[in-house]
C-alpha cells in the first residue's frame, strides 16, 4: 500500500481564498483524522471521521473550515476564506478498526497564507 | 482535558552517548502511549507503541517506558547516531486506540558526528 496520500504537499495563497486540502486513506482503514501542526500549537486534533461519518469535530476552529468524507477512500479540507493565522502544516492519518495498532501519517500538506 | 508535556525541548548530545526523552501526562486513563520521529519537512513515523497495560517496549536501540499511575513515559535512545537526529513526539489516546491522538510538542534532538 502506498500509505496515506495528501494533496497538495504544498499550497501557498492570499488571504481570503479558499483552499481545498484533499486525503486518501489507506484501503481499509475505518478511522481518518485531520491534525493541525503549528509552532505555537503543536499537533491539534481538527476534527475525526469513523467509516465516512464525522465523530468529533470540537477541533475545528470555526465555522470557515469544513471536512468531508464522501466515501472511504477520500477526505476533503476546505477553509473558505483562508486567512494568515491558518497558515500551518495539516496532517491526515488514518487507523484501522482495531484498536492496538497505531495511526498512520501522511506527509502533510504545507500551507501558507499571504 | 489531556495535557501532554515533553521535556526538554531541544537537546544536542555527542555521537555515540545514550540518551532519555521525557513525556508526561495528566489523566492517566490512556489506552496507549506512543513515541513518533519526525523529520524535518517530513510526516510522522511511529516508533513504539505502549498499551496502558504494558510497561515497557523495546525496537532496536530505542526502548519506550511507560508509568501510567504517575503519568509519565521514557524514550531511551542508546548509542545515538547522527542519523536519530528529528524531532520526538510523545502521544496519548483516550478510551480507545481509535480515539485522537493527543501530543506533545515534541523534543528536537541533534546528535553531533
Known amino acids: 500500500d502506498a500509505g496515506v496520500i495528501q494533496s497538495p504537499r504544498h499550497e501557498v495563497t492570499e488571504m481570503g481564498q479558499e483552499v481545498t486540502l484533499r486525503c486518501k486513506p489507506i484501503?481499509?482503514?475505518?478511522?481518518l483524522f485531520w491534525y493541525r501542526q503549528t509552532m505555537m500549537r503543536g499537533l491539534e486534533l481538527l476534527i475525526y471521521?469513523?467509516?465516512?461519518?464525522?465523530?468529533?469535530d470540537s477541533g475545528m476552529p470555526e465555522d470557515r473550515f469544513s471536512a468531508k468524507m464522501p466515501n472511504a477512500s477520500f477526505s476533503t479540507l476546505k477553509i473558505q476564506p483562508s486567512e494568515p493565522r491558518d497558515s500551518a502544516v495539516y496532517f491526515c492519518?488514518?487507523?484501522?478498526?482495531?484498536?492496538?495498532?497505531?495511526?498512520?501519517f501522511g506527509p502533510g500538506t504545507r500551507l501558507l497564507v499571504l | 482535558k489531556q495535557e501532554v508535556t515533553q521535556i526538554p525541548a531541544a537537546l544536542s548530545v555527542p555521537e555515540g552517548e545514550n540518551l532519555v526523552l521525557n513525556c508526561s501526562f495528566t489523566d492517566s486513563a490512556i489506552y496507549n502511549l506512543q513515541w513518533f520521529r519526525q523529520d524535518p519537512g517530513k510526516g510522522l513515523t511511529s516508533l513504539l507503541l505502549i498499551q496502558s497495560s504494558q510497561r515497557e517496549q523495546t525496537s532496536g536501540r530505542l526502548n519506550a517506558s511507560l508509568d501510567k499511575s504517575s503519568g509519565r513515559s521514557t524514550l531511551y535512545i542508546a548509542a545515538s547516531q547522527p542519523g536519530d537526529s528529528a524531532t520526538y513526539l510523545c502521544a496519548v489516546s483516550g478510551y480507545s486506540g481509535n480515539t485522537p491522538l493527543v501530543f506533545g510538542k515534541g523534543t528536537r534532538l541533534s546528535v553531533i558526528a
Open positions: 471521521f469513523n467509516n465516512n461519518v464525522p465523530i468529533d
Open positions: 484501503s481499509g482503514h475505518d478511522y
Open positions: 492519518a488514518s487507523s484501522p478498526l482495531t484498536s492496538q495498532e497505531t495511526q498512520y
